[in-house]
């Protein structure tokens, strides 16, 4: 990026306490520890540390300006910029940033599979444009304006995953993303605790459009009930993809092939087989909704699909492991009902040795969490997992609720992932396959890190 201190000052209102308005920024950093030379650091109030004890060391570290909103004067040779909130800032200045690219900007939201659906987007997409995309987690309120400091004048297009978890959140996204296009994956209970009901949640999400143009274009998954309702009351422009007869993309005998699964999809009246090397129907419609927005930003879709046929899955999310004769399923990034269905469904679709489910808590349910975790429990039992084991106060109900559906069933709980590690050593066996998964909060990554030490 670059910006001068003069440019920064006017995108958010601030006031130039000292230093020159001509100094050139070249990145923005709200972690003292990765300052480079150049940099703006923002400074946020967290629950445990005020960061703006940390502003001395980054100029040491070489950065060319600071925000602050604990400073009224300053006299330094390097710039000093008062605002009222360095968080607010922050999104001001990276909307202003954003607005120098006129390229196509993706959005992606949903209650779970935002990152692997903003994968295969931006893999589908690469097939003929340099692609920005969104980089771990950075999806929130300070994560997002920071990935938009990553365009360069180089990039052609840009896939921005846009998390939120209470009311204004994706407004105020939008405010600095303004996406062209937009994609929502689905409409399930993650984050119900804030936002109470998941007509909510729809409404929410639907702020992705605010700043659409005559040119743009709503992807939505048409197998989920609350997107597929949009049909008949959103006057926008919208493509469905999923497996519905009525979809604008829909994916036709789903099926298992060498690890891989594979799909007829039918669009625009023809027909072309896709296959995406993970499992899990849950992915056939993560990549159609890649196959979808890259032929309505003129990618073919041959040359899309023959770009997913490369994927590979990101760390901690359905990433499978193979070591001792086990499987191993690590998608311990984090967990919601609907996440966890989908993940038992491919951790059943192995054959040979016992199928174990390491399930922990999953948070941010509120009053529907001890419901949600019964009926994971069902789900479950009910799919063909022969052992499950649970971490945490509220996982105990997804124990209950499988033995509420498969009394036979090895069920037990615990409070620790130490204490499930130690079950899983005296239990497992070669040809065994283990899925691990939980709350970002939970830590099962722990679990996953013991088995494969």
């Not at 060319?64 to 200045?93: C, F, G, K, N, Y």
């Not at 949903?110 to 920005?132: F, P, Q, R």
């Amino acid at each position: 990026m670059k910006m001068t201190v003069g440019e920064i000052v006017s995108a958010c209102g601030g006031k130039l306490l000292c230093g020159s308005p001509e100094t050139t920024v070249t990145s923005v950093c709200t972690d003292s520890r990765k300052i480079t030379p150049g940099a703006l650091f923002v400074p946020i109030k967290g629950e445990k540390t005020d960061a703006h004890t940390l502003i001395t060391a980054t100029f040491a570290a070489g950065a060319a300006a600071t925000l602050t909103e604990e400073h009224s004067e300053m006299s330094d040779s390097r710039a000093w910029i008062a605002v009222p909130s360095t968080e607010r800032a922050l999104q001001q200045i990276a909307a202003v940033y954003r607005k120098k690219f006129n390229i196509p900007f993706v959005g992606i939201t949903g209650s779970v599979g935002k990152t692997t659906t903003k994968e295969m987007i931006a893999l589908a997409l690469s097939a003929g444009l340099n692609i920005m995309k969104t980089e771990g987690n950075y999806n929130s309120q300070i994560g997002l304006p920071l990935t938009m400091f990553r365009l360069r004048p180089e990039h052609q297009a840009a896939v921005i995953e846009m998390g939120m978890s209470n009311f204004g959140e994706m407004s105020r996204l939008v405010e600095i993303a303004a996406p062209d296009f937009a994609v929502i994956t689905n409409i399930g209970i993650s984050h119900i605790q804030q936002l109470k009901t998941q007509e909510n949640i729809l409404r929410e999400k639907l702020h992705i459009a605010d700043r659409f143009h005559p040119g743009s274009v709503l992807f939505l998954n048409g197998d989920d009930d609350y997107l597929a309702g949009l049909r008949d009351t959103w006057k926008g422009t919208m493509v469905f993809y999923g497996t519905q007869p009525w979809c604008d993309y829909r994916a036709m005998n789903i099926r298992e092939v060498n690890g891989c699964t594979g799909f007829t999809l039918k669009a625009h009246g023809k027909n072309m087989q896709v296959v995406i090397p993970v499992l899990g129907r849950h992915n056939v419609n993560n990549a159609l909704a890649g196959l979808a927005v890259a032929q309505a930003l003129g990618i073919p879709l041959s040359r899309a699909a023959a770009k997913l046929e490369t994927y590979q899955p990101p760390a901690m999310r359905q990433q499978i492991h193979y070591i001792n004769d086990l499987t191993i399923i690590d998608d311990s990034y984090n967990a919601s009902p609907d996440s966890i269905r989908s993940s038992v469904d491919v951790l059943c679709s192995f054959r040979g040795g016992k199928r174990i489910a390491v399930l922990a808590d999953m948070l941010e349910l509120g009053e529907y969490s001890r419901k949600a975790h019964f009926q994971v429990g069902v789900y479950a039992a009910g799919a063909g997992v022969d052992v499950l084991l649970t971490v945490g106060e509220e996982a105990k109900e997804i124990a209950r609720g499988a033995r509420s559906e498969k009394p036979e069933i090895t069920a037990k709980s615990f409070q620790s992932n130490d204490e499930a590690v130690d079950e899983l050593r005296k239990i497992i066996a070669p040809g065994d396959a283990i899925l691990i998964k939980g709350s970002r909060g939970m830590q099962t990554d722990q679990i996953v890190h013991s088995l494969l030490q």
